[in-house]
């Protein structure tokens, strides 16, 4: 008898663990689902391009596609706003479910929109709306997602298990660029994929983000957000957020620096190795895919090292190494490359930017009290990234476009040379946490 008590508490400290696990599994899934629709829309641009838009040169084209997706940017705050408060007000795990119906909802809308060639000037316009519809969803979707997962990690790991959000937003790159790769390779012909192919992807989207729903009901919500609500809760709205304005300044300026290199070396890449480099859109985007499957695995890694030495020294090593070696690393991928050694220049940029990546969302959570953490995360992050990250790809092909590329590669840098200087100067965001232990 004694030893069966004494056995009880750990049974339901397992049962608690493999719940916390289970949830964390459930609410990053959901996450990928999410942004494999989100980048869907770039890995597949170089062949929908032309269908939504008047006949024209390359870079005319993919200058119209990247202005919808800098555009599809322009509502997240809107996003963030919306679902930050609602998931500051009706819980996490109520705002991930959202997030995710108005993702799906999106991606069909892609899927099924005639070309220009049949509607005109209604398709481009149509495109335009379901991006607005997908910005919304992903803006509330990372404030919620990067609480919620900072939330449920136990102490002393939130930065190993924090980083699989963004293990989960390169996921969904990868599985975007691996449907890629085998509808170009095995499935379809050139000509399959440039008339119709490209909509298979948003169809696949639409299906997973079912799942993904179906996944999230079973997600439980977060202790903090429960013992906050049944005390005396605070509003979450703009007025309670102004409150805070260090630590919002702080997520805008690292923002600004982190989602710039980001973008850069993600989405805008595969388009620079074709565009530049002269890659041929199959290589390009198998490049692209061995790169972000680096990406991804290094990510807890580098979240795991963040719990040991602190959030503080990683971006301030993100911040260095942007700022001093992102214009070498552009200028080497832009001459004449082999596979080989694309792939490790472009690996070298990824692994500089996981000092910002992996601890994303840890770090901006532990600014913030729990009754305006989710919209204190995803507002300013919104913000930042609707005027840095979703205009970085339509900036380098604008630049492209008037012979000045280069410019762009010193703009990345200065980004990245802002993270520094704000990084230098503030608290480690783990030293002076306020995730309730």
Same mark, same amino acid.
């Given at each position: 008898m004694v030893a069966t008590e004494a056995a009880r508490p750990q049974t339901q400290s397992d049962r608690k663990y493999r719940m916390r696990l289970q949830s964390i599994f459930r609410g990053s899934i959901g996450n990928l689902v999410e942004y494999f629709d989100w980048y869907v829309y770039s890995a597949f641009l170089l062949y929908f391009a032309p269908k939504f838009f008047p006949s024209g040169d390359t870079t005319a084209q993919l200058m119209n596609g990247a202005a919808i997706f800098a555009v599809g940017f322009l509502v997240r705050p809107l996003g963030g706003y919306l679902l930050g408060s609602y998931a500051d007000r009706k819980g996490r795990r109520a705002a991930l479910m959202l997030s995710v119906w108005l993702m799906c909802g999106g991606s069909l809308v892609i899927a099924c929109t005639p070309t220009y060639e049949t509607i005109g000037v209604a398709a481009p316009i149509v495109l335009l709306l379901a991006r607005l519809l997908q910005g919304i969803s992903l803006g509330g979707e990372y404030g919620s997602s990067a609480t919620y997962l900072s939330e449920m990690a136990t102490p002393g790991r939130r930065g190993f298990y924090s980083s699989f959000q963004y293990v989960t937003i390169i996921m969904g790159q990868l599985l975007a660029l691996l449907i890629l790769v085998t509808l170009q390779r095995v499935l379809l012909t050139p000509a399959q994929l440039d008339a119709w192919g490209w909509r298979i992807p948003f169809f696949v989207g639409a299906l997973i983000a079912a799942g993904a729903i179906w996944l999230r009901r079973g997600m439980a919500e977060t202790d903090s957000f429960t013992d906050h609500t049944s005390s005396s809760p605070k509003r979450s709205n703009i007025r309670e957020l102004a409150r805070h304005p260090r630590e919002v300044g702080v997520v805008l300026a690292l923002t600004a620096g982190g989602t710039v290199s980001f973008y850069t070396f993600?989405?805008? !890449?595969?388009?620079? %190795?074709?565009?530049?480099?002269?890659?041929?859109?199959?290589? +390009?985007?198998? #490049?692209?895919?061995? &790169?972000?499957?680096?990406? !991804?695995? =290094?990510?807890?890694? +580098?979240? !795991?090292?963040?719990?040991? =030495? /602190?959030?503080? @020294? !990683? %971006? #301030? /090593?993100? /911040? @260095?190494?942007? &700022?001093?070696?992102t214009v070498p690393l552009l200028t080497a991928l832009a001459e004449k490359q082999s596979f080989g050694s694309a792939l490790i220049w472009y690996g070298c940029a990824l692994l500089i930017t996981t000092g910002y990546t992996s601890i994303n969302a840890i770090f901006k959570a532990e600014l913030f009290p729990v009754h305006i953490r989710a919209l204190g995360v995803g507002f300013p992050f919104a913000v930042g990234v609707s005027l840095f990250g979703g205009t970085a790809e339509y900036l380098a092909l604008w630049l492209k476009s008037i012979g000045h590329e280069v410019w762009f590669y010193y703009y990345v840098s200065a980004c990245a040379g802002l993270s520094l200087i704000v990084s230098l100067f503030m608290k480690d965001p783990m030293a002076v946490s306020k995730i309730e232990k």
């Open positions: 993600t989405t805008y !890449m595969q388009k620079y %190795l074709v565009n530049t480099t002269g890659f041929s859109k199959d290589d +390009a985007t198998l #490049i692209s895919t061995f &790169a972000l499957l680096f990406f !991804m695995v =290094i990510q807890p890694l +580098a979240g !795991m090292l963040s719990d040991f =030495i /602190g959030r503080r @020294a !990683m %971006l #301030i /090593g993100f /911040g @260095a190494l942007g &700022a001093t070696c």
